[in-house]
């Protein structure tokens, strides 16, 4: 099977942990990553490059975008019309920005190239998506996080996080205003509403609660199918209380699938 080439925007916890996993692999290699600044990654590393026209000269088969919103639409056209396909991890952009999500997939079409939407922190992706084929009635998200994993958020300024002392909801209404006033915490609601609902009818509530020391993400869904709930339990990252462990690890599996002769969960 052909090597799958791997361009990557952005060089965070994810992406450090991307060049990790496929350092030396035989189905992914990783020319080059985009940053914010030059790293030495050493000489069977990646070049680290802050230019954009010097990172869209080199050829890529898949760009694997781990930078944030702004990163996907600055970027996110860019790749698909150099070629390669996008995968794409900062989801809750599509709520901020309704035309994004068009603005891509038309480019997408337009050129044969893919636009994957990594399901990262979340699971049960594939079955909502199947049961959305049949028809949903409903799809509801419950995000619990600790209070230290909203600092730096909009929660801050209603909420006294340091003081907590119960668990207090944040935020209930739609997916679609959650992911855009909490960008960097609930990306996971932007993939579960576009795998369902969508952003406007996936009904989401965030919690900060002072009685968990992990992320316990819920989805519920009801439709033609029947009904079922998918609950997950994550560590977060020792780097950023706001990201569970388990994203990186989902990230790889998402690129590793590009490449691999065997695909499980399509």
């Known amino acids: 099977m052909a090597v799958c080439r791997l361009g990557l925007i952005g060089y965070g916890a994810i992406g450090k942990a991307v060049c990790t996993a496929f350092a030396g692999d035989d189905l992914v290699k990783i020319p080059a990553v985009m940053a914010r600044r030059v790293r030495d990654l050493g000489p069977d590393g990646p070049i680290v490059l802050t230019e954009p026209e010097q990172f869209f000269q080199q050829q890529f088969d898949a760009v694997l975008e781990v930078a944030g919103h702004q990163a996907l639409r600055d970027y996110g056209e860019r790749v698909l019309l150099s070629g390669a396909d996008l995968v794409v991890t900062s989801i809750g952009a599509f709520a901020a920005d309704p035309d994004l999500l068009e603005r891509l997939t038309d480019a997408a079409g337009r050129f044969g190239r893919r636009l994957i939407i990594a399901s990262a922190g979340i699971g049960a992706l594939d079955?909502?998506?199947?049961?959305?084929?049949?028809?949903?009635?409903?799809?509801?998200?419950?995000?619990?996080?600790?209070?230290?994993?909203?600092?730096?958020?909009?929660?801050?300024?209603?909420?006294?996080?340091?003081?907590?002392?119960?668990?207090?909801?944040?935020?209930?209404?739609?997916?679609?205003?959650?992911?855009?006033?909490?960008?960097?915490?609930?990306?996971?609601?932007?993939?579960?509403?576009?795998?369902?609902?969508?952003?406007?009818?996936?009904?989401?509530?965030?919690?900060?609660?002072?009685?968990?020391?992990?992320?316990?993400?819920?989805?519920?869904?009801?439709?033609?199918?029947?009904?079922?709930?998918?609950?997950?339990?994550?560590?977060?990252?020792?780097?950023?209380?706001?990201?569970?462990?388990?994203?990186?690890?989902?990230?790889?599996?998402?690129?590793?699938?590009?490449?691999?002769?065997?695909?499980?969960?399509?």
Do not use: C, Y
């Open 127 to 266: 079955i909502l998506s199947a049961a959305a084929v049949g028809g949903l009635d409903s799809v509801r998200m419950v995000v619990r996080k600790d209070p230290t994993a909203w600092v730096g958020t909009i929660a801050e300024e209603k909420f006294d996080l340091d003081a907590m002392t119960e668990p207090t909801v944040l935020f209930e209404g739609s997916a679609r205003e959650g992911a855009r006033l909490f960008p960097q915490n609930v990306n996971i609601s932007a993939a579960v509403a576009l795998a369902g609902l969508g952003l406007d009818k996936t009904h989401l509530t965030i919690i900060a609660d002072t009685t968990i020391t992990t992320h316990i993400i819920e989805v519920e869904a009801h439709g033609v199918f029947g009904s079922f709930r998918f609950v997950e339990d994550v560590v977060p990252t020792e780097d950023n209380p706001k990201t569970g462990k388990i994203v990186a690890m989902a990230v790889v599996k998402t690129v590793r699938q590009l490449a691999s002769p065997l695909v499980i969960g399509l």
